[in-house]
């Protein structure tokens, strides 16, 4: 089984500042089969990038994806109050079908 | 705009049962995958189960083969999650999400979810 590992676990940055999550398989995975979500206290996940870096319909293009292999990244350029909150990359993998890394919390410093 | 809503949610013992239900709108429920992802609380998310479009296949993560059972009705735009012999660790908030897209799967979209306390 493949398994995803995000890091840092947890990111402290001011609003305006660049945010660079990571998502490493412990396989290498194809990168069409990755994707990001976005989920804050108390709502369902959002999905923000998909097949590793196309951004999902209606996402600022200040979310950017890229990665390949076993290595992926989420950035975010410059970060606004909102964007404030937990991500999760996600692969598909067939059996079973999809599994989620821990999650990486970006909070305000 | 698609709608997903989940229901069914309660509380049960530890070896009881459950069928939570999601009920989908504004779009063609029978032409798209369907699953089921859950969050215990405080936890992160956790894929459980996958249904296929017409209901033929079935897939489920390993800590619920067995127990429980993933089900649609194209008729009445329904998906279903029967949970039985259910443990404390099945107690989660658990999500309907609409798979897109066959070459670069994804959850685009996803209910409010329904949650699942199992306590005696």
């Known amino acids: 089984e493949i398994v995803l590992t995000q890091s840092p676990g947890t990111l402290s940055l001011s609003p305006g500042e660049r945010a660079t999550l990571s998502c490493r398989a412990s396989?290498?995975?194809?990168?069409?089969?990755i994707a990001w979500y976005q989920q804050k206290p108390g709502q369902a996940p959002r999905l923000l990038i998909y097949?590793?870096?196309s951004r999902a319909t209606g996402i600022p293009d200040r979310f950017s994806g890229s990665g390949s292999g076993t290595d992926f990244t989420l950035t975010i350029t410059r970060l606004e109050p909102e964007d404030f909150a937990v991500y999760y990359c996600?692969?598909?993998?067939?059996?079973?079908?999809?599994?989620f890394g821990p999650g990486t919390k970006v909070d305000i410093k | 705009e698609v709608q997903l809503l989940e229901s069914g949610g309660g509380l049960v013992q530890p070896g009881g049962s459950l069928r939570l239900s999601c009920a989908a709108s504004e779009f063609t429920f029978s032409s798209y995958v369907m699953n089921w992802v859950r969050q215990a609380p405080g936890k992160g998310l956790e894929w459980v189960s996958g249904?296929?479009?017409?209901?033929?296949?079935?897939y489920y993560a390993e800590s619920v083969k067995g127990r429980f059972s993933i089900s649609r009705d194209n008729s009445k735009n329904t998906l279903f999650l029967q949970m039985s012999s259910l443990r404390a660790e099945d107690t989660a908030i658990y999500y309907c999400?609409?798979?897109?897209?066959?070459?670069?799967?994804?959850?685009?979209?996803w209910g409010q979810g329904t949650l699942v306390t199992v306590a005696s």
């Open positions: 999400a609409k798979e897109d897209g066959i070459a670069a799967p994804r959850f685009q979209y």
């Open positions: 996600q692969q598909y993998v067939g059996s079973p079908r999809f599994t």
């Open positions: 249904i296929s479009d017409n209901g033929r296949s079935t």
């Open positions: 396989q290498r995975v194809t990168s069409d089969y």
């Open positions: 097949g590793a870096s």
